[in-house]
């Protein structure tokens, strides 16, 4: 239906734009001449060029430059053709005018009169290859235009799988070690299982959301991150050492979702949380323009992270493809401790 439109758009531009033309063109040569020819002269003579206007431009234009190394020849070969048709056609309709009576002057087949026709043929052959050429280039600038928004589209539908498949990777290990200390603590500590399986089921709600514009609220983030943190503690019987600062101006303020949070779990996965000398340290603060992210933890013997897991790599392209140059992010060992530095832009 969308085509059909488009293309009963398009006849009514073209039949105005030759209207516009031929009534100029009259007026102009009438008042040049001081008469009118006849009508079966316009009629006649405008259905020539407007047809040599069209079959150059839609059929020999495209059929010449199809291949362009054959082009050279092609073109050249194709014109000189279509100068013979309009030349054999012009005199014919000049024959048929006399016989009608539609002719003013009595027909003289001179170099004059075929100057006249070969300089009719230039001019709709120019304004033909102009027309060719507009089209091809405006159609060639369109399909570089649906190109990049199908580039864009596509980076959009990684972005959210790439999210989607983060928020899928906090699941399956937490939700396997909380239900067996569920089921451990079911039977030794009942009074701490409702409170696991309330801070479970948020961070599953969490995990299986969808954000409209691939942002979220920071409160949504900064909840999980108390759940995720309440939820190890309850497994290790609250002996983990973990402190968490937080000062934020405006906890409304959207941010990618699970950037914070892989950092987090991140501390939960690889590091040494057991020592009262040495807690890991999460600390977050923002003001109105930007959000500042910290964490330090010991890293276990043989598992440091200098070459970036999954997670870290995520968290880079994500920001990369979010923040450009704006966002900072920096990670690395430093002595026995693995620490994190994250600071990013936040739209109001």
């Known amino acids: 239906m969308k085509s059909i ?55 020999v234009m495209p059929a010449s430059f199809r291949k362009i190394p054959n082009t050279l020849w092609r073109l050249p070969f194709m014109v000189i053709i279509e100068i013979g048709v309009y030349v054999c056609l012009s005199i014919l309709l000049s024959k048929l005018l ?16 075929l100057i006249a026709i070969i300089w009719r043929f230039i001019l709709f052959f120019l304004f033909s290859s102009g027309y060719y050429f507009l089209v091809s280039y405006l159609s060639k600038r369109r399909q570089e235009m649906l190109k990049a928004l199908e580039v864009e589209r596509l980076k959009a539908e990684l972005v959210s799988i790439e999210r989607d498949f983060l928020r ?38 969490f995990a299986i959301e969808k954000s409209m514009n691939g942002l979220i609220l920071l409160v949504e983030e900064l909840n999980q991150i108390q759940n995720i943190i309440q939820l ?27 950037i914070l949070l892989t950092l987090v779990e991140n501390i939960f996965k690889h590091g040494i949380l057991n020592d009262p000398n040495y ?25 440091f992270r200098g070459s970036a897991g999954l997670g870290i790599s995520n968290i880079t392209l994500r920001l990369k493809n979010a ?14 401790f693995y620490k994190t530095y994250l600071r990013i832009p936040l739209a109001n």
């Open 168 to 205: 899928s990777q906090i699941t399956p290990h937490l939700l396997f070690n909380t239900l067996n200390f569920i089921k451990y603590a079911s039977k030794h500590k009942p009074e701490e299982v409702d409170n696991a399986i309330i801070r479970l089921s948020q961070i599953m709600s």
């Open 5 to 59: 439109k488009a293309s009963s758009k398009t006849i009514k531009i073209h039949v105005l734009c030759w209207a516009i033309y031929v009534v100029y063109e009259i007026l102009l040569t009438a008042a040049m001449k001081g008469e009118f020819s006849h009508f079966y002269f316009y009629l006649f003579f405008y259905l020539l060029n407007i047809s040599l206007f069209y079959v150059h431009a839609l059929y």
């Open 279 to 303: 807690p890991a340290k999460i600390e977050l603060k923002s003001d109105a323009n930007a959000l500042e992210f910290c964490t330090s933890n010991r890293a276990r013997k043989g598992n």
């Open 232 to 258: 190890n503690q309850l497994r290790f019987d609250h002996k983990l050492q973990v402190k968490f600062h937080c000062e934020v101006l405006d906890e409304t303020v959207t941010v990618l979702p699970i």
């Open 323 to 336: 923040y450009a140059e704006k966002a900072t992010f920096n990670y690395g060992k430093e002595g026995d």
């Open 98 to 113: 006399m016989v009608l009576h539609a002719r003013s002057t009595p027909l003289v087949f001179n170099w004059r009169f």
